[in-house]
Structure formats: C-alpha cells, structure tokens
C-alpha cells in the first residue's frame, strides 16, 4: 500500500510543530517534548459503529508559563492511530482469482491546549489539561490479487479512499515522573469528543459526534537536557 500524499504532509506538519518550539526552550523553564504510544477505545454508538479499538503515537510538547509560577502550561501535539484495520479474502466469480481486501481507517489530531499542574523541579508531577483539535479521518480500502510466486507482481487497485474533518476537544489526567529535569515519564487517561463529523462510511448529510477514551505512555526530554551541547 502506497503512503498517501497526507500522510507525508502530516510528517511535515510535525517536522514545523518541533521548530517552533526550539526557539521557546530558552523561556519555558520545566518545559519538555516527547513522543507517545497510546491505545484508543470508541466509546458511544456513534463511535463503535464505524470503528474498533486501535493502536498510535504522538509527538507532544509542554511550555510551561513562568509568570504562573509554573503551575500552568501551554501544551500542543500531533497523533496519529489506527482504528480499523481489516482483512478479507474472496473469490471473484468471474475471474475465479483470489482477491484480498484491505480496509484502513486512521485518526489524526492536531491539537493545543492548556495544563494545570506541578512543571517544576519535584519528582512527582501531577496534571491535568485541556485541548482543542483539528482531527482528520481518513478511509481507505484497496485490493489486492495476489501473485503467489511473485508477491512483486501483485495487481494492486484503490477501491476507495475519502478524508473529513472535524474539530474536537479532549480533557486529560495525568502523572509525570520527573528524573533530575532530564527524562521524563508520563502517563495519564484522555477522554476525546469530535464535534459534527460528516458520518464517515456513509453518504448523505448525517452528523455524528464521536467519542473516545485513550491511555498513553510518553517518554519526554526536557528543554534543558537537549539544550546541553
């Protein structure tokens, strides 16, 4: 399966996101970026009719304020999951040749906001935040006909493919182990909310506003310890 033009864009995006925030190190004393693994769950009917549980990771950044005496942060990020992946194998009648059908459908956000908690020197760092998002999902369904002697020769074909967007908030938990302003341990619970999203697999002008629940691990380096030579 081809990476889509999107998805290079989305590797742009957050190659621009961590540019501009080398230039915010030097104000955001406790300030910290990091990379995520999380796992999402639909929850609602408008959520688990068009998708399944679903495995990511993110990129994300916190800034804290120093004029709030470090107990306020602006935070931003971008992530990326996959919440259907499905596999079927038919027969065509006509043919009688073996298809195989891939059904793809990802969730992405990008997305700023604000945090409320400990970004100082302690060792336990309690938080919890506030975001905003732009989230995009895309769908895509391609088939294959497999060459078993040559997988090289596969006749591969795009069956369909459509994007929509939405706006979207989440509200956040967490706890961040801070190890000497160097490393950083964070984990914490989300819960996701996409405002009049465009049903995804249907046609027509239904809305749907679907909502997730997501638990994530990041691991951060702080501005600090990058900013070392």
């Given amino acids: 399966?081809?990476?889509?033009?999107?998805?290079r864009r989305t590797l742009k995006t957050a190659a621009i996101i961590v540019s501009l925030f080398l230039p915010l190190m030097n104000a955001a004393a406790g300030g910290k970026i990091g990379i995520y693994g999380v796992r999402m769950v639909p929850y609602?009917?408008?959520a688990e009719k068009y998708s399944d549980p679903g495995w990511g990771g993110g990129l994300h950044a916190v800034i804290p304020l120093p004029a709030a005496s470090n107990l306020i942060a602006g935070t931003a990020g971008l992530e990326i999951i996959n919440l259907l992946s499905e596999f079927e194998t038919f027969t065509d009648r006509s043919t009688l040749l073996r298809v195989?059908?891939?059904?793809?459908?990802?969730?992405?956000?990008l997305y700023i906001g604000v945090q409320a908690g400990g970004h100082g020197n302690g060792f336990l760092r309690p938080h919890a935040g506030l975001n905003i998002?732009?989230?995009y999902y895309e769908f895509r369904i391609d088939l294959t006909v497999p060459d078993d002697y040559d997988r090289e020769r596969d006749i591969?074909?795009?069956?369909d493919q459509r994007g929509k967007a939405a706006f979207g908030y989440d509200v956040n938990l967490g706890l961040d182990l801070n190890f000497s302003n160097t490393i950083a341990l964070d984990g914490g619970v989300r819960y996701l909310k996409s405002i009049s999203l465009p049903q995804q697999l249907g046609e027509g002008t239904v809305r749907i506003h679907p909502q997730y629940f997501q638990i994530y691990l990041e691991v951060g380096?702080?501005?600090?310890?990058?900013?070392?030579?």
Wanted: hydrophobic share 35%.
């Fill in 1 to 7: 399966m081809k990476t889509s033009s999107w998805y």
């Fill in 44 to 46: 609602g009917v408008d």
């Fill in 100 to 109: 195989e059908q891939h059904t793809d459908q990802t969730y992405a956000r």
């Fill in 133 to 135: 998002a732009l989230v």
């Fill in 156 to 159: 591969r074909q795009n069956l």
């Fill in 221 to 229: 380096a702080s501005f600090e310890m990058i900013k070392k030579p």
